[in-house]
């Protein structure tokens, strides 16, 4: 079964500092990956995706996220962390089956403190 | 400017009375989706269309129905709805042409509901 995986419930980080949100993958194929971050009382937002090609990924606000095939990561990065990149992050992956749902993780709260 | 618009953004009902969240896109999208977000728990689909007269059960379908007589509409029912059912909804659009993985998809901000 496809699944994603978010390890950290909560992520804090000062502001200027570099951030990580980490995700981890299981899927059979090729994976289609992406991440949405959800800001209080709004909807999702797409920030970026790999679908193939270049293992580093850039996005929507200075985000990235680094494609790792062995490790069957794909974690968020950013270098330098703002107060406002504070949200839910989530992690997700296409599915490959025939529904193409996303299956999403359970998400990963990032608090950037002044 | 593209967008998903979920109506209500909040309701308070009780157990048992029907309701429906109504969903529309204006990015004529071919995939819609409803999707119910609760803590430790992430989203969760609750069905799908791939497109008009075409729809399919998600992961947690029981409770839900859905119609998609329109391109651009994906209402949400509830025929009785239970207090299990109070959740945050999201409702989502994608563009598959060919049907691709790759496309990005598009929420509404999200409806919450309780259910009393």
């Known amino acids: 079964a496809q699944s994603v995986a978010q390890p950290e419930d909560q992520v804090n980080v000062a502001e200027g500092n570099p951030l990580t949100v980490k995700c981890t993958y299981s899927?059979?194929?090729?994976?289609?990956l992406f991440w949405y971050v959800q800001y209080p009382n709004r909807g999702l937002q797409f920030l970026l995706k790999?679908?193939?090609?270049?293992?580093l990924v850039k996005g929507s606000y200075g985000f990235e996220a680094e494609f790792n095939k062995s490790q069957t990561s794909f974690h968020l990065k950013k270098p330098s962390a703002l107060v406002s990149d504070s949200a839910l992050y989530f992690c997700?992956?296409?599915?490959?089956?025939?529904?193409?749902?996303?299956?999403f993780g359970t998400g990963t709260r990032l608090k950037v403190l002044a | 400017e593209a967008q998903v618009t979920q109506n209500p953004r909040y309701l308070i009902t009780v157990t048992g009375k029907k309701l429906t969240v109504t969903c529309s896109q204006n990015?004529?999208?071919?995939?819609m989706s409803w999707y119910r977000q609760d803590p430790g728990l992430g989203l969760r689909q609750i069905y799908y269309?791939?497109?008009?007269?075409?729809?399919d059960k998600g992961d947690v379908p029981e409770g839900y129905k859905v119609s998609r007589k329109e391109k651009r509409n994906f209402p949400l029912i509830l025929e009785s709805p239970s207090p299990n059912q109070t959740s945050l909804y999201f409702c989502?659009?994608?563009?598959?042409?060919?049907?691709?993985?790759?496309?990005?998809?598009?929420f509404g901000q999200g409806t919450r509901l309780t259910v009393v």
């Open positions: 989502a659009s994608s563009h598959e042409g060919g049907v691709n993985r790759n496309t990005e998809a598009f």
């Open positions: 899927v059979s194929g090729n994976p289609y």
């Open positions: 790999y679908i193939t090609g270049d293992n």
């Open positions: 997700a992956v296409r599915d490959s089956s025939g529904t193409y749902k996303y299956i």
């Open positions: 990015m004529n999208h071919e995939y």
């Open positions: 269309s791939m497109n008009v007269e075409v729809t």
